[in-house]
């Protein structure tokens, strides 16, 4: 303990006692460590950070199908698929692990948080690779339906679909945040315009909206609203 008070006894002194005399600081195979255990060179040690409070979304996951091999589900808006800064216990990953007892579920790609979808997730170590394999080589086809205005916005010329979205994005680590730039394209979408209906009214006058299908052949994040938006559509 007097190395962990050396290196991390300003953050939280008392913390670090406290998880000595829990067992919540483990080294080799698991083994909790005491105040008075000896640590060797290039010993490793292992601890859990401890977890903020978190308020339940009211939103729940329904399962699509369960076998030996795949578990798919009704992912919900607002729900992250993976744990991330404040989302840990509120991810799909957390809550689907927990609540089936499925310590090795592993989703096999991801939705954005505002995203609703289904999700493909590995119940089983030995038969995921066979998966990512499909993923990585692109042979499983992704659909999506948004809703947005029935035209672009003022200013973006008119779209003849259906139509091939394709550019350079990055996204900032810092913020999150997706962007087009120059660049040798990395992202591809395919839209196409299924049926156009009356949205009610906007700014004093009929609004008409439409139904889009998104086909995307790569998965960066936030790819799908910004590639609406680049063609004049609210994202």
Request: hydrophobic fraction near 35%.
């Amino acid at each position: 303990m007097d190395y962990m008070m050396h290196r991390w006894g300003h953050i939280d002194p008392q913390g670090i006692e406290d998880r000595f005399d829990a067992g919540e600081i483990v080294g080799e195979g698991g083994a909790p460590l005491d105040r008075r255990t000896p640590l060797e060179e290039h010993t490793f040690i292992w601890y859990y950070r401890t977890l903020p409070p978190e308020t339940r979304m009211p939103v729940e996951i329904n399962i699509l199908h369960q076998d030996e091999h795949l578990l798919v589900v009704d992912k919900p808006h607002f729900l992250p698929t993976t744990p991330g800064g404040t989302y840990i216990q509120e991810s799909a990953l957390v809550r689907l692990r927990n609540h089936l007892d499925l310590p090795d579920l592993i989703p096999m790609h991801r939705l954005d948080r505002m995203t609703a979808g289904v999700l493909l997730l590995s119940t089983n170590p030995e038969t995921r690779g066979k998966y990512q394999v499909l993923f990585e080589k692109r042979q499983v086809q992704k659909e999506y339906e948004c809703i947005s205005a029935a035209a672009p916005a003022a200013g973006f010329p008119a779209v003849e679909f259906p139509a091939v979205v394709r550019n350079r994005m990055t996204k900032s680590r810092s913020y999150l945040l997706a962007e087009v730039i120059d660049g040798e394209p990395n992202a591809e979408t395919r839209i196409e315009l299924l049926r156009t209906f009356d949205g009610g009214t906007h700014d004093g006058g009929a609004a008409r909206r439409a139904l889009y299908r998104l086909e995307p052949h790569t998965g960066k994040t936030h790819q799908l609203r910004v590639h609406m938006a680049s063609l004049g559509w609210e994202s």
